[in-house]
């Protein structure tokens, strides 16, 4: 048997089943990072990413500039997800002998743009030759142990939310696919940079840990479709989301007009947006509202958790269930 | 200009150069491993290795298991030169769609195999498709703040000392490019295994840092004479190594022999032995001595370090003086 017949999540599991915590984990791998005993009161958070040329990008169609912001913001984006204040990077790059010294130059500027901006310190790391552009950040946190956002931890009647507007990367990339398309240059621009040049939502997660109001959080980097049945699944719990509340953003209204596809797929499937999905209780509402009023933060409710046995749906404008189905992209085996 | 026309060393020296260190870092890059500030009295130990297929190691000529196994040693053995006690790891696959799923169990077999042996738990990673093979493990580990061995720390009289015996690896590399090579299978056994399954100096890290005795410690990932070199500069003096006084594997000693090579070669120049190279004061020799045989550590003293306007040398059984020079491996430049 070979991965391309078992797929993404097999692998991730075998490797779960085996691990045995010989040490002080408080969160193990499968939420967005993993969480360890850090100086009192304080839990260290890690993570990791590796962005292979040819998988996760085209060399011919990002800068290297956009490249280096994209590695950090990913890994930036986890950090948030769990609330946390991100700290420490290991950067580990391969890259091919013919590569120009200004495009690696451009790569730490886009790098460094992000870690500066967030005041994380690139400490270390490993630079080697390879045929193809690989890159590996790891990133290390800090969160306070009673207000770490998990993804497990959803109640039943909890509300589901997310930050921002959705869709936005998921327009980019059908873009780069449509080259040919024809759009004013505002909203070509507009995805393209949400797309290459996604904003890790740090200081929100920030606010949703402090605010301890927060039940269940991810950053939606699978598509929110994949990213609502973990947070529901991990938490024992079902979900249903209302079609016509999910927050398209208008630009991508527009692509998927001349694409001639349907806008709510780009939002629900597309991934790589890095806005936060997060989960509260109702009675939290307003408060919940007053906080994001006073720290510039917009979110939208657009959905519920709901019992286990309800399971997993998705309820359209007039009212039609259908089963909720994680869509986003599993790596070896395609959409 | 291309990379390969500025060489490993300047491309790490461009990130050292962008590093402001916002944060709490004690050792920033350059050593084997960063470290930050940890709980009270403690340092946490940062470092990664990537492993690049085609350029770390050749698909046909390594099983899985022992790839597994040499991606978390060489990370261990980086903890190890910093005197610290292994966590943490975080797992970067980039893995080809064909791999069969029994490779990959092999795989995991062998990292685990190590993981457990120094109580490592693996806490998160990214798994995802890749043309060639791609591994990334990054790894946490924590020290003593008042015990952790630098680099950068020996002193004029130091005595310059290696663990074990050297130039294993080289050989077995040698071996692998000349499999025609006509020697004893025990000989071969010993060498391929010591180049596929090197042993990370994890207990005499910690032995060495305990002693309290050790002034600068680096492992041997990158040659012999590259390490020496690297401990005198960062710590602003010179050193001479005496060649006779390298202590060479009798294994390597044959297959230097049926090469016609210099075994002084294959161990001052060959690099990845993960020996430890450590300095410390004459006076304390006796001391470390016995610890050393109460530990069941065995080490030979090579060297001495003298004042920085001295230079570097390497004197040979005759007397006769010659520049030391890193001959280690440079990526992007080959040898």
Redesign the interface.
């Known amino acids: 048997?070979?991965?391309?017949?078992?797929g993404?999540v097999q692998?991730?599991e075998?490797?779960r089943q085996?691990?045995?915590?010989?040490?002080d984990?408080v969160i193990?791998?499968g939420d967005d990072?993993?969480a360890?005993s850090?100086?009192?009161g304080w839990l260290?958070l890690?993570?990791?990413?590796?962005l292979?040329e040819?998988?996760?990008f085209l060399r011919e169609r990002i800068s290297m500039k956009d490249l280096g912001y994209k590695s950090m913001a990913v890994n930036l984006s986890d950090i948030a997800a769990m609330g946390g204040i991100p700290?420490?990077a290991?950067?580990?790059?391969?890259?091919?002998?013919?590569?120009?010294?200004?495009e690696?130059?451009e790569f730490?500027n886009g790098m460094?743009e992000l870690a500066?901006a967030y005041?994380?310190?690139?400490?270390?790391?490993?630079?080697?030759?390879?045929?193809?552009i690989?890159i590996?950040i790891?990133l290390?946190g800090e969160v306070e142990s009673n207000l770490v956002l998990r993804q497990d931890q959803a109640r039943v009647g909890d509300l589901v939310a997310v930050t921002g507007e959705l869709g936005g990367s998921a327009a980019g990339l059908a873009l780069l696919l449509n080259p040919q398309l024809c759009l004013p240059l505002e909203i070509r621009d507009r995805v393209l940079a949400l797309h290459d040049r996604p904003h890790p939502r740090v200081h929100q997660g920030r606010v949703f840990a402090r605010s301890g109001m927060v039940t269940a959080a991810k950053d939606i980097s699978d598509g929110l479709s994949k990213e609502v049945l973990t947070i529901a699944r991990s938490s024992h719990q079902g979900a249903v989301i209302w079609t016509d509340h999910i927050p398209i953003l208008d630009e991508t209204r527009q692509v998927a007009a001349r694409l001639n596809i349907d806008p709510v797929n780009l939002a629900i499937n597309g991934g790589e947006d890095y806005e936060l999905l997060f989960t509260f209780s109702p009675t939290n509402l307003p408060h919940l509202q007053s906080i994001a009023i006073q720290e510039n933060i917009s979110f939208t409710i657009l959905g519920e958790i709901v019992p286990e046995q309800f399971g997993y749906h998705i309820i359209d404008s007039k009212g039609i269930r259908q089963p909720l189905k994680a869509k986003g992209y599993n790596?070896?085996q395609g959409e």
Not at 1 to 6: F, G, I, S
């Open positions: 048997m070979h991965l391309r017949d078992v993404e692998v991730i075998s490797i085996r691990s045995r915590y010989l040490n984990v193990p791998i990072a993993a360890v850090w100086k009192k260290q890690l993570t990791t990413d590796l292979v040819g998988v996760h700290r420490y290991l950067v580990s790059l391969g890259l091919p002998e013919d590569l120009k010294t200004s690696l130059s730490y460094y500066d005041c994380v310190d690139i400490v270390g790391g490993d630079v080697t030759t390879s045929p193809i690989v590996n790891a290390m790596h070896f």
